[in-house]
């Protein structure tokens, strides 16, 4: 890359203005260690597998399987390690500044496919939309269960550098008393932004990323700085969903899913939707597996939280799925400054993955 092509910016994140992204081009020529390629297994069994199926009594009981009679292709069970649970009460307690909560919650694995080495982009619209929807339907029964549970967050681990103990493909649910700092964040930022403006900020990104473009020019020599063109941040679209790179990237090839039509709670998403939204996952998967095969990552899924605040929430926040590959391990500065350093600038990304045959 030229000096005159390169990017060295600081970029604001809309929805959490204090969470801001230094985006330079020129490290990426920089000596480094990068997180190394995950290992696919791509076995369909393996007998020592407590995950595949005909090994079930090599897991804690099962919860839920899907479908519910016959071989199951999906299988939830509580983790055998949790970090929360519900088999103790312990009071909460303070003293001085220090205070304490009890950890209370749940903490359960999704198994995602019967198949061992199966990834994200190998499954089917139709099993992706069965998964999806079984973390709608867990997430409903968590909530249901028990009023002092505020927050369910399903997330993903592929890869040991993003957390994974198990190398079968396997989800995660924790629902906890508390809402996580990162997702209150956004909650309260979109709520001030929809009190400014009437409008839900997430739905104004996807309107801008659909039918934006300005080009802006340097004010003393009249040359052209940037230009900003219609849909270069997209990655991915179907009927009902859209996959975006976001303009602060804290990842170099993060991606976030989010539906179209504004919705705040996914657990109202129906069978319809989530078959476009399985299919837009599965696509864009593949787009990055293209480009960045065999990456560690991890997926997140951020819904609005249900607490006693839950319905002022609903026209302001947006529910949405973050995907973030592991393409790098971060360095005392970005731990010590909460600054992340995307060395790749996030249109270039986009252009890239779209451009990826799958």
Same mark, same amino acid.
């Given at each position: 890359?030229?000096?005159?092509?390169?990017?060295?910016?600081?970029?604001?994140?809309?929805?959490?203005?204090?969470?801001?992204?230094?985006?330079?081009?020129?490290?990426? %020529?920089?000596?480094?260690?990068?997180?190394?390629?995950?290992?696919?297994?791509?076995?369909?069994?393996? +007998?020592?597998?407590?995950? &595949?199926?005909?090994?079930?009594?090599?897991?804690?009981?099962?919860?839920?399987?899907?479908?519910?009679?016959?071989?199951?292709? *999906?299988?939830?069970? $509580?983790?055998?390690?949790?970090?929360?649970?519900? $088999?103790?009460?312990?009071?909460?307690?303070?003293?001085?500044?220090?205070?304490?909560?009890? !950890?209370? !919650?749940?903490?359960?694995?999704?198994?995602?496919?019967?198949?061992?080495?199966?990834?994200?982009?190998?499954?089917?619209?139709?099993?992706?939309? %069965?998964?999806?929807?079984?973390?709608?339907?867990? %997430?409903?029964?968590?909530?249901?269960?028990?009023?002092?549970?505020?927050?369910?967050?399903?997330?993903?681990?592929?890869?040991?550098?993003?957390?994974?103990?198990?190398?079968?493909?396997?989800?995660?649910?924790?629902? %906890?008393?508390?809402?996580? $700092?990162?997702?209150?964040?956004?909650?309260?930022?979109?709520?001030?932004?929809?009190?400014?403006?009437?409008? &839900?900020?997430? &739905?104004? @990104?996807?309107? $801008?990323?659909?039918?934006?473009?300005?080009?802006?020019?340097?004010?003393?020599?009249?040359?052209?700085? /940037?230009?900003?063109?219609? !849909?270069?941040?997209?990655?991915?679209?179907?009927?009902?969903? *859209?996959?975006?790179?976001?303009?602060?990237?804290?990842? +170099?090839?993060?991606?976030?899913?989010?539906? @179209?039509?504004?919705?705040?709670?996914?657990?109202?998403?129906?069978?319809?939707?989530?078959?476009?939204?399985?299919?837009?996952?599965?696509?864009?998967?593949?787009?990055?597996?293209?480009?960045?095969?065999?990456?560690?990552?991890?997926?997140?899924?951020?819904?609005?939280?249900?607490?006693?605040?839950?319905?002022?929430?609903?026209?302001?926040?947006?529910?949405?799925?973050?995907?973030?590959?592991?393409?790098?391990?971060?360095?005392?500065?970005?731990?010590?400054?909460?600054?992340?350093?995307?060395?790749?600038?996030?249109?270039?990304?986009?252009?890239?993955? /779209?451009?990826?045959?799958?």
């Amino acid at each position: 890359m030229s000096e005159a092509n390169e990017v060295r910016e600081i970029r604001i994140n809309p929805i959490v203005p204090s969470e801001s992204v230094l985006v330079a081009t020129a490290r990426s %020529m920089r000596p480094k260690k990068a997180e190394a390629l995950a290992p696919r297994d791509t076995r369909k069994h393996v +007998e020592t597998c407590p995950f &595949c199926r005909g090994n079930e009594d090599r897991t804690p009981p099962q919860i839920l399987t899907y479908p519910a009679s016959g071989d199951w292709h *999906i299988r939830i069970v $509580e983790n055998l390690y949790p970090v929360l649970g519900d $088999e103790r009460n312990q009071p909460n307690f303070s003293f001085g500044l220090q205070q304490t909560i009890d !950890g209370y !919650g749940r903490h359960e694995v999704i198994i995602d496919h019967f198949e061992h080495g199966t990834a994200v982009h190998d499954m089917s619209t139709d099993h992706l939309s %069965m998964l999806f929807g079984a973390y709608r339907d867990r %997430m409903a029964q968590i909530f249901a269960s028990d009023a002092r549970l505020k927050y369910v967050l399903v997330f993903k681990n592929f890869g040991p550098a993003a957390g994974a103990s198990i190398p079968h493909t396997h989800s995660q649910v924790i629902a %906890m008393p508390v809402v996580p $700092e990162n997702v209150q964040n956004e909650v309260n930022n979109s709520h001030e932004y929809f009190h400014k403006h009437h409008h &839900c900020i997430f &739905c104004a @990104l996807i309107d $801008e990323a659909l039918t934006f473009e300005a080009t802006i020019y340097d004010r003393n020599s009249g040359e052209v700085r /940037r230009k900003i063109d219609v !849909g270069q941040y997209v990655v991915e679209r179907g009927e009902k969903f *859209i996959a975006i790179k976001p303009f602060a990237s804290r990842f +170099e090839w993060e991606v976030h899913i989010l539906p @179209l039509s504004h919705q705040a709670d996914f657990l109202a998403i129906n069978d319809t939707d989530l078959a476009d939204l399985a299919a837009v996952l599965k696509r864009t998967m593949a787009r990055l597996e293209a480009v960045i095969g065999g990456a560690q990552y991890n997926y997140f899924l951020h819904s609005v939280p249900h607490d006693e605040h839950t319905g002022e929430h609903a026209a302001s926040y947006h529910w949405h799925l973050e995907i973030c590959p592991r393409t790098s391990i971060p360095t005392g500065f970005e731990l010590g400054s909460g600054l992340f350093v995307n060395t790749i600038s996030p249109e270039a990304a986009a252009a890239q993955l /779209r451009a990826a045959t799958i």
